[in-house]
């Protein structure tokens, strides 16, 4: 009968580790994920970004937005979609934040 105490301590040892490196998976899956959203923002903001310094250049000189709201609008989106929710009505409630968010931005640039 004491063979059952290193059996079942080798098992539990065992099952423990194998847990520990299942959630360790899920947590990296999650941060790489999450990582690549965000350079995924970034290089589509700096993209926008680009073209709207382009256009504002041939059209007198028109102010642009900072880079940082480019950036959020596309994080907002890709994360929407990334949870599968890129309704209508959520471009809609994006599109009215971005709105505020350049709204405030403009005014302190005035």
Same mark, same amino acid.
């Given at each position: *009968?004491?063979?059952?105490?290193?059996?079942?301590?080798?098992?539990?040892?065992?099952?423990?580790?194998?847990?520990?490196?299942?959630?360790? *998976?899920?947590? !990296?899956?999650?941060?790489? /994920?999450?990582?690549?959203?965000?350079?995924?923002?970034?290089?589509?903001?700096?993209?926008?970004?680009?073209?709207?310094?382009?256009?504002?250049?041939?059209?007198?000189? !028109?102010?642009?937005?900072?880079?940082?709201?480019?950036?959020?609008?596309? =994080?907002?989106? =890709?994360? =929407?979609?990334?949870?599968?929710?890129?309704? $209508? /009505? /959520? *471009?809609?409630?994006?599109? $009215? !934040?971005? $709105?505020?968010?350049?709204?405030?931005?403009?005014?302190? !640039?005035?």
């Amino acid at each position: *009968m004491e063979f059952w105490v290193p059996l079942l301590s080798a098992l539990m040892g065992a099952l423990v580790g194998a847990a520990s490196s299942v959630a360790t *998976m899920i947590v !990296q899956a999650h941060r790489d /994920d999450a990582r690549h959203t965000r350079e995924t923002a970034v290089t589509l903001a700096l993209a926008e970004h680009t073209l709207h310094v382009d256009l504002a250049k041939g059209n007198g000189g !028109q102010s642009i937005l900072p880079i940082t709201a480019y950036f959020t609008h596309h =994080l907002h989106a =890709l994360n =929407l979609a990334r949870k599968g929710s890129l309704s $209508a /009505d /959520d *471009m809609k409630a994006l599109n $009215a !934040q971005m $709105a505020e968010i350049n709204r405030v931005l403009r005014e302190g !640039q005035e």
